[in-house]
C-alpha cells in the first residue's frame, strides 16, 4: 500500500500517526511545499513575543520522519493530480503515484483587493513560519503598525509584536474585537484590557484606500503606518481537489471519514468542511485541533482500520500577556452569564443541552463543559445549578462518575 | 498500565493528597518546611458537593484528547502510558485545558505552561505519593480494565 500525503501541518502529520496506528510497512510520501520539517503553526505568534524559539517549535520530535518511514518532500508544491490514474504531479513534469492520497493543504491568507494596496512599501499577512520570519525582519522599535483585522490572527499578531514596536492599530469592519469568537460582553472585556496595554482599534470601519503609508478609512480618519499586516481571514486550498472533479462546497466535501467523492481520496483539516454538532451546519472549522483528530481518523480509515469520527466544534484557546479566554461551541439560546469588570462565564443553554461557552480568564476545567457540548449530554442527567457555578464532576451522577474516575478511560 | 482510581465512597475530603502532590513536586523531605505559609499548587483536587467528596486528577487515558489537540507537541503518551507535559515546548494556550473531559489538566501557577499529574514519574518518589499517603485508600494505584 501506498500512502501519499500534501501538506505536512496538523492534519497531514496527524494523518501519519492514524496510518502508522494500523499499518507499519505500507509506504508513505509526505509532499509539502514548506521546506521544513513540521513545525505548530500557531506558534508563529509566540515565536515574535520571546515565548518560544525555533528549536522548540518542532511539532513532533526530530525523528519523527524516519521513525514513522516517511519518505519526505519538502519545498516542493503538489500541482495537479489525476484521480483516475492515481497519480500526483509535482513541478518537472515529474508523477508520483498513489493507492490512497490524502488532502491537508490547509488554508492560506486571504488578502483583499483594497485601492492602493500595492503603494505600500512594507506589507504581510501572517499564517507560516516565513510571514513570521519576513515580518521580523520588517519589526523596529520606531515603527508603527498597523493591523486589518481583530480575528484571531490579527491580534495573535499584534501580541507577538506589540513590544517590539512603536505602537499597533487595529482596524475591523466588525463593532467588536475577535468577532467570530466572543460576543459583545466578553469583547468588550478583553478589547478594555487590550486598550490599557497601548493598543488603538479601529471598529465598525475598514480602509477605503492605502497612499504609501497612510491608510484613509471609509469614516473619513485616516491612520498613519509602517508596517501593514492583512489578517481579514483564511481561504481554504482546495484547488487541486475541484480541478479534478472533487466536490467543493465552502471547503472540500468530505464524509465523516474524511473520504471525498473522488475513489481513494481523503481530505482533512483547514481544507475541508466540517459537521458542527453545535451548531447543526456545516462549515469550516480552520482549527489546530479540529485539522489534527481529522487527519488521525483520515490515517487509520485510509490504512483500513476503523475510528469512530470525532464530533466537531468549534474550539479557541487565546489569550493576551497572560489572560486567557476559552470558547467553545455556538452561542445559540439562553446566556446564563456571569460577568465581572475583568473576567466572565458565559454559558449558553438550547433545548435542555449546553450549545456553547465563552470563559474570560476564567479557564479551570473547562473541558468538563466541552465534553458536554461534543457528546450532546442533556443538562437534565445533570446537576445544572452547581454546573453552572463552575465545571465540576460532582455535578454528575455517582455512576457517571465512577465511569469516568473508577475504570481505565 | 496501573493508574490511580478513585473509590469515591472512602473519600473523607480531608484534601490530604493535595498536600502530598503538591510536597512531592518540592523534592524535600519535610513537608511543613516545604509547604508551610505557602499557597500550594497540586495536580490532584479534591471536589466537595456536600456529603459527597471525591479526588481528581489525570486518568492517563489510552486514547488521550490532550495529547492530539495540543498545538505545540508539548504534550505526549509515553510507552509507559503516562501522558507527560514538556514545559519547554508548551506556550500556555490551554487548549489541552479546553478539551480535558475530566478538568484534570491546570494552569501552572506561573501562567506560561499547563501541569498535570504524572504519576510522580517527574520527582523522586517514583510511584503516586497520594495514593502513598491516602489515609483511607479512597484512591488507588493499580491495573484495572
Redesign the interface.
Given at each position: 500500500m501506498k500512502y501519499v500525503i500534501i501538506g505536512n501541518s496538523a492534519a497531514g502529520v496527524?494523518a501519519v500517526e492514524g496510518i502508522r496506528s494500523v499499518d507499519k510497512e505500507g509506504e508513505i510520501v509526505l509532499i509539502s511545499d514548506e521546506p521544513f520539517a513540521a513545525y505548530?503553526?500557531?506558534?508563529i505568534s509566540?515565536y515574535l513575543l520571546g515565548?518560544?524559539d525555533r528549536s522548540?517549535?518542532?511539532?513532533?520530535?526530530a525523528d519523527f520522519y524516519e521513525k514513522n518511514k516517511v519518505q519526505t518532500m519538502f519545498g516542493v508544491r503538489a500541482e495537479r493530480i489525476d484521480p483516475d490514474a492515481h497519480t500526483v504531479c509535482f513541478g518537472g513534469g515529474n508523477t508520483t503515484e498513489y493507492d490512497k492520497l490524502l488532502f491537508a493543504t490547509g488554508s492560506r491568507a486571504f488578502v483583499p483587493p483594497m485601492s492602493g494596496i500595492e503603494s505600500v512599501p512594507e506589507r504581510f499577512t501572517f499564517m507560516t513560519m516565513q510571514d513570521a520570519l519576513d515580518l521580523e525582519e520588517a519589526l523596529s522599535p520606531e515603527k508603527e503598525v498597523l493591523i486589518i483585522g481583530a480575528g484571531l490572527i490579527g491580534l495573535k499578531c499584534m501580541e507577538g509584536i506589540l513590544a517590539r514596536v512603536k505602537g499597533v492599530a487595529v482596524v475591523d469592519l466588525a463593532p467588536r474585537i475577535l468577532p467570530s469568537v466572543l460576543d459583545a460582553e466578553a469583547a468588550a472585556i478583553v478589547q478594555r484590557e487590550l486598550e490599557a496595554r497601548g493598543v488603538q482599534f479601529l471598529l465598525s470601519d475598514s480602509v477605503a484606500r492605502f497612499d504609501g503609508k497612510t491608510a484613509h478609512l471609509q469614516s473619513g480618519r485616516t491612520c498613519a503606518f509602517d508596517i501593514l499586516v492583512v489578517a481579514v481571514g483564511v481561504r481554504p486550498n482546495v484547488e487541486l481537489v475541484r480541478e479534478a472533479g472533487g466536490t467543493v462546497a465552502r471547503g472540500i466535501v468530505t464524509d465523516e471519514c474524511q473520504r471525498t467523492d473522488l475513489p481513494d481520496v481523503f481530505a482533512a483539516g483547514d481544507c475541508t468542511e466540517s459537521m458542527d454538532v453545535s451548531s447543526g451546519t456545516r462549515r469550516i472549522l480552520a482549527l489546530?485541533?479540529n485539522a489534527?483528530?481529522q487527519g488521525?481518523c483520515a490515517g487509520v480509515v485510509m490504512a483500513g482500520g476503523e475510528r469512530a469520527p470525532e464530533p466537531a466544534i468549534p474550539?479557541?484557546?487565546?489569550?493576551f500577556f497572560?489572560s486567557?479566554i476559552?470558547t467553545?461551541g455556538s452561542y445559540e439560546g439562553e446566556c446564563i452569564a456571569e460577568t465581572y469588570p475583568d473576567r466572565c462565564r458565559r454559558l449558553f443553554v438550547k433545548d435542555g443541552k449546553l450549545k456553547g461557552f465563552i470563559l474570560v480568564n476564567e479557564?479551570?476545567?473547562?473541558?468538563?463543559y466541552?465534553?458536554l457540548i461534543r457528546r450532546g449530554t442533556p443538562l437534565a442527567e445533570l446537576d445544572e445549578a452547581?454546573l453552572c457555578k463552575a465545571?465540576?464532576?460532582?455535578a454528575f451522577s455517582?455512576k457517571a462518575?465512577?465511569e469516568?474516575?473508577?475504570?481505565?478511560? | 498500565m496501573k493508574r490511580i482510581y478513585v473509590n469515591e465512597k472512602w473519600c473523607l475530603g480531608c484534601h490530604l493528597c493535595e498536600y502530598e502532590c503538591a510536597f512531592a513536586a518540592t523534592g524535600l523531605d519535610d513537608m511543613v518546611k516545604a509547604l508551610k505559609g505557602r499557597p500550594i499548587h497540586p495536580k490532584i483536587r479534591v471536589e466537595d458537593a456536600g456529603e459527597v467528596h471525591f479526588a481528581v486528577n489525570c486518568r492517563q487515558c489510552k486514547d488521550p484528547v490532550c495529547v492530539r489537540r495540543c498545538i505545540s507537541g508539548a504534550l505526549t503518551k509515553g510507552e509507559d502510558g503516562v501522558v507527560r507535559i514538556d514545559r519547554e515546548k508548551c506556550v500556555g494556550c490551554l487548549t489541552c485545558v479546553l478539551v480535558c473531559p475530566y478538568g484534570a489538566v491546570m494552569p501552572a501557577p506561573d501562567g506560561h505552561a499547563a501541569m498535570k499529574c504524572q504519576l510522580c514519574t517527574d520527582n523522586v518518589c517514583g510511584e503516586p505519593n497520594c495514593v502513598r499517603h491516602c489515609p483511607n485508600q479512597a484512591i488507588v494505584f493499580e491495573e484495572r480494565a
Amino acid at each position: 500500500m501506498k500512502y501519499v500525503i500534501i501538506g505536512n501541518s496538523a492534519a497531514g502529520v496527524s494523518a501519519v500517526e492514524g496510518i502508522r496506528s494500523v499499518d507499519k510497512e505500507g509506504e508513505i510520501v509526505l509532499i509539502s511545499d514548506e521546506p521544513f520539517a513540521a513545525y505548530g503553526r500557531p506558534l508563529i505568534s509566540y515565536y515574535l513575543l520571546g515565548a518560544t524559539d525555533r528549536s522548540r517549535m518542532n511539532y513532533r520530535p526530530a525523528d519523527f520522519y524516519e521513525k514513522n518511514k516517511v519518505q519526505t518532500m519538502f519545498g516542493v508544491r503538489a500541482e495537479r493530480i489525476d484521480p483516475d490514474a492515481h497519480t500526483v504531479c509535482f513541478g518537472g513534469g515529474n508523477t508520483t503515484e498513489y493507492d490512497k492520497l490524502l488532502f491537508a493543504t490547509g488554508s492560506r491568507a486571504f488578502v483583499p483587493p483594497m485601492s492602493g494596496i500595492e503603494s505600500v512599501p512594507e506589507r504581510f499577512t501572517f499564517m507560516t513560519m516565513q510571514d513570521a520570519l519576513d515580518l521580523e525582519e520588517a519589526l523596529s522599535p520606531e515603527k508603527e503598525v498597523l493591523i486589518i483585522g481583530a480575528g484571531l490572527i490579527g491580534l495573535k499578531c499584534m501580541e507577538g509584536i506589540l513590544a517590539r514596536v512603536k505602537g499597533v492599530a487595529v482596524v475591523d469592519l466588525a463593532p467588536r474585537i475577535l468577532p467570530s469568537v466572543l460576543d459583545a460582553e466578553a469583547a468588550a472585556i478583553v478589547q478594555r484590557e487590550l486598550e490599557a496595554r497601548g493598543v488603538q482599534f479601529l471598529l465598525s470601519d475598514s480602509v477605503a484606500r492605502f497612499d504609501g503609508k497612510t491608510a484613509h478609512l471609509q469614516s473619513g480618519r485616516t491612520c498613519a503606518f509602517d508596517i501593514l499586516v492583512v489578517a481579514v481571514g483564511v481561504r481554504p486550498n482546495v484547488e487541486l481537489v475541484r480541478e479534478a472533479g472533487g466536490t467543493v462546497a465552502r471547503g472540500i466535501v468530505t464524509d465523516e471519514c474524511q473520504r471525498t467523492d473522488l475513489p481513494d481520496v481523503f481530505a482533512a483539516g483547514d481544507c475541508t468542511e466540517s459537521m458542527d454538532v453545535s451548531s447543526g451546519t456545516r462549515r469550516i472549522l480552520a482549527l489546530l485541533p479540529n485539522a489534527c483528530a481529522q487527519g488521525f481518523c483520515a490515517g487509520v480509515v485510509m490504512a483500513g482500520g476503523e475510528r469512530a469520527p470525532e464530533p466537531a466544534i468549534p474550539l479557541n484557546a487565546v489569550g493576551f500577556f497572560g489572560s486567557h479566554i476559552l470558547t467553545a461551541g455556538s452561542y445559540e439560546g439562553e446566556c446564563i452569564a456571569e460577568t465581572y469588570p475583568d473576567r466572565c462565564r458565559r454559558l449558553f443553554v438550547k433545548d435542555g443541552k449546553l450549545k456553547g461557552f465563552i470563559l474570560v480568564n476564567e479557564p479551570e476545567r473547562a473541558g468538563i463543559y466541552t465534553a458536554l457540548i461534543r457528546r450532546g449530554t442533556p443538562l437534565a442527567e445533570l446537576d445544572e445549578a452547581l454546573l453552572c457555578k463552575a465545571p465540576c464532576l460532582a455535578a454528575f451522577s455517582e455512576k457517571a462518575r465512577a465511569e469516568m474516575l473508577a475504570r481505565e478511560v | 498500565m496501573k493508574r490511580i482510581y478513585v473509590n469515591e465512597k472512602w473519600c473523607l475530603g480531608c484534601h490530604l493528597c493535595e498536600y502530598e502532590c503538591a510536597f512531592a513536586a518540592t523534592g524535600l523531605d519535610d513537608m511543613v518546611k516545604a509547604l508551610k505559609g505557602r499557597p500550594i499548587h497540586p495536580k490532584i483536587r479534591v471536589e466537595d458537593a456536600g456529603e459527597v467528596h471525591f479526588a481528581v486528577n489525570c486518568r492517563q487515558c489510552k486514547d488521550p484528547v490532550c495529547v492530539r489537540r495540543c498545538i505545540s507537541g508539548a504534550l505526549t503518551k509515553g510507552e509507559d502510558g503516562v501522558v507527560r507535559i514538556d514545559r519547554e515546548k508548551c506556550v500556555g494556550c490551554l487548549t489541552c485545558v479546553l478539551v480535558c473531559p475530566y478538568g484534570a489538566v491546570m494552569p501552572a501557577p506561573d501562567g506560561h505552561a499547563a501541569m498535570k499529574c504524572q504519576l510522580c514519574t517527574d520527582n523522586v518518589c517514583g510511584e503516586p505519593n497520594c495514593v502513598r499517603h491516602c489515609p483511607n485508600q479512597a484512591i488507588v494505584f493499580e491495573e484495572r480494565a
